[in-house]
């Protein structure tokens, strides 16, 4: 935890310094504003904090974090008509938290469930099944069972809609139609994650199941699936625990493949239009977000560890 800031900071003025290097600020400004005169260039400039050379860049990552940390309201606007940019930025992670939480939640639920059960039979029919159908899916990238399942339901059945939140035209907050529009994008990242969990679970179950406290807990008398349930999953979901917090993290940073097939508005899609016109203050509030949110769920990992296992708590 005391290490937390002191990483943002780090991992922020790293980010800062690629962007720098990987973008012209000014080049970026003018393309997108054509008619701007050298006043406006130069004004846009000095608002960034885009100073040249070498400590122009240090100092101008620290004129970026203290208009950062003092609220979106003094955040530098965006280079296309110097709109807000905590305005869009909020609608993306409103959506992409609703896209990727219910995915992630559904994912995590039902792989951890199938490689338990597949666990407890090595080799039976099931876990066969279990094991190829996570290969199978787990195969086949996110635009190609994005576009799949748009050319079944939507296209060729009309069940669902090909994408978006709601329909063109669309006022107000209606939560049948949200779902019918969430169905499929939710699917695609679901298929993703059961077929990864299904088989770590599996896998980690199988690498405790020969431990001397799975032993002793048999040799006590107890039912294989208390020992399983009690003493097997509990140990089995410690490295699994780093891989989910690992997961949720990125997220959160958007699913630029699956939003950009399915024309979702969320993160991915604020990053690809920001990186498209090399919007620059658009860009970094987007990073901040990004390592804000692997850093935080690997700390509450940390913390679970402990919960999960009490020897870490003794150590």
């Known amino acids: 935890m005391l290490w937390f800031f002191p990483t943002i900071v780090f991992i922020t003025f790293l980010v800062y310094i690629a962007l720098r290097f990987g973008f012209s600020p000014e080049n970026a400004y003018r393309r997108v504003n054509p008619h701007a005169t050298k ?3 130069q004004q846009f400039l000095d608002v960034n904090g885009l100073y040249p050379g070498f400590w122009g860049f240090i100092r101008g990552y620290f004129h970026w974090l203290w208009q950062f940390v003092q609220g979106p309201s003094n955040w530098p606007r965006s280079i296309k008509g110097r709109a807000e940019v905590w305005t869009p930025l909020r609608y993306s992670i409103f959506n ?28 039976a029919a099931f876990d066969t099944m279990v094991n190829s ?16 399942l748009q050319l079944v339901f939507a296209v060729q059945l009309g069940w669902l809609p090909v994408g978006g939140v709601y329909p063109p035209g669309h006022e107000g907050f209606n939560l049948v139609l949200m779902i019918k529009y969430l169905i499929l994008p ?39 699936s ?7 999953v509990r140990n089995a ?44 203050p658009k860009l970094l509030p987007y990073m901040v977000i990004v390592v804000a949110s692997v850093l935080i769920f690997n700390l509450i990992a940390d913390l679970l560890y402990a919960y999960l296992d009490p020897r870490i708590r003794l150590d």
């Open 186 to 224: 939710v699917a695609v990242v679901a298929i993703q994650t059961i077929s990864g969990y299904s088989r770590y679970m599996r896998a980690s179950l199988l690498d405790v199941s020969s431990s001397d406290y799975l032993r002793t807990a048999r040799a006590k008398g107890l039912s294989e």
């Open 237 to 280: 979901l410690i490295p699994v625990v780093t891989l989910i917090a690992i997961d949720i993290g990125s997220l959160l940073g958007g699913l630029i493949i699956t939003e950009n097939i399915f024309k979702y508005p969320g993160m991915g899609v604020f990053f690809l239009n920001a990186v498209n016109d090399g919007d620059f």
């Open 133 to 148: 159908g996570a290969f199978f899916l787990g195969a086949v990238p996110p635009f190609v069972s994005g576009v799949a």
């Open 96 to 123: 992409t938290l609703r896209l990727a939480g219910i995915a992630a939640v559904l994912g995590i639920v039902i792989g951890l469930s199938l490689g338990i059960q597949a666990a407890r039979k090595p080799g």
């Open 39 to 41: 006043a406006k260039v």
């Open 226 to 232: 208390a020992v399983l349930m009690r003493h097997g």
